[in-house]
């Protein structure tokens, strides 16, 4: 009969061996080219068996680069029960240790890109280029109203300036203060502008787009030359242009100020503007 301390001894050995064979790895592997089975974890030892692509086996245990498998349950394979496969032949088909058969290639992480602020919201520009100042014909009158003679009529160059600053509701409608001024070499007036409240619309919400735009409010004149002095008026501009880059375009204006009794005034100018959004 066993005595008890060897029983308990025997009882213990069975526990521990059934713990550490419920924690060997478990899995399956889907092998990926032909390779041997061999008996042990070298890749000198003796081969056991040749195994096939596609074949798949159970995963036992593991040892650095080997697995040890065996074919599944209801597998026609009698002349071998066990045997170790390098890792790199095979490929994981479920957990455990086939989990790490073969490396996992890290998952791309799309690179995160800030979206550039598009034209809604706060803005501010400005603008310079040329244009001709289309001066207004006159008449100078004798007491008895006959004509003494006649100027004007004739076209200047003229040296343009645009100042804007608002606010975009949308990417396409932009709303803003805007002062427009052409100085010209007129021999009567230094300079014609308009200020008011201007807006653009831009045929596209992105870059690059055409764009309409117009200003209503009061026009002046101004002459420096001798002192200041200058008359005021209503006055419009109307125009439009083409957004060829972020924040960059070329514009075509015509400015109007209309002073009445032959003084009218009318600059078509051409500007590279830059708007900040």
């Keep these: 009969m066993m005595s008890k301390p060897v029983f308990h001894l025997v009882a213990l050995l069975t526990l521990v061996a059934a713990t550490r064979a419920g924690a060997q790895p478990a899995g399956l592997v889907r092998v990926l080219r032909a390779a041997a089975v061999v008996e042990q974890p070298a890749g000198d030892a003796r081969p056991v068996a040749t195994v096939n692509a596609g074949e798949v086996f159970e995963v036992l245990d593991e040892k650095d680069s080997w697995l040890l498998v ?3 349950n209801g597998s026609r ?3 071998w029960r066990t045997g170790w496969l390098n890792r790199a032949s095979v490929e994981p088909m479920s957990g455990g ?3 790490s058969a073969r490396p996992t290639a890290p998952v791309p992480v799309p690179e995160v890109t800030e979206k550039p602020r598009g034209r809604k919201g706060f803005i501010i520009g400005a ?4 244009g001709v100042h289309a001066t207004p014909t006159f008449n100078v009158l004798d007491r008895f109203g006959r004509v003494l003679s006649s100027g004007g009529g004739d076209n200047k160059l003229a040296i343009s300036i645009d100042f804007n600053v608002g606010y975009a509701p949308g990417e396409q409608f932009l709303l803003y203060y805007s002062n427009k001024a052409a ?17 653009t619309y831009m045929f596209r919400p992105t870059t690059p787009s055409a764009f309409v735009s117009g200003t209503v409010g009061g026009g002046a004149t101004r002459t420096f030359i001798g002192g200041s002095s200058g008359q005021t008026g209503p006055g ?3 125009g439009g242009g083409y957004e060829f880059a972020r924040h ?3 514009n075509g204006d015509a400015i109007l100020v209309r002073l009445g009794a032959g003084q009218d005034h009318t600059v078509y100018k051409f500007s590279l503007n830059y708007l900040f959004y």
């Design 97 to 99: 240790a086939a989990s």
């Design 183 to 199: 100085f010209t070499t007129d021999d009567r007036v230094d300079a014609v502008g308009v200020t008011g409240v201007g807006v």
């Design 77 to 79: 394979t009698p002349e």
């Design 70 to 72: 065996r074919p599944p």
């Design 127 to 130: 603008g310079a280029g040329a």
């Design 248 to 250: 960059l375009s070329v």
């Design 236 to 238: 419009f501009s109307i």
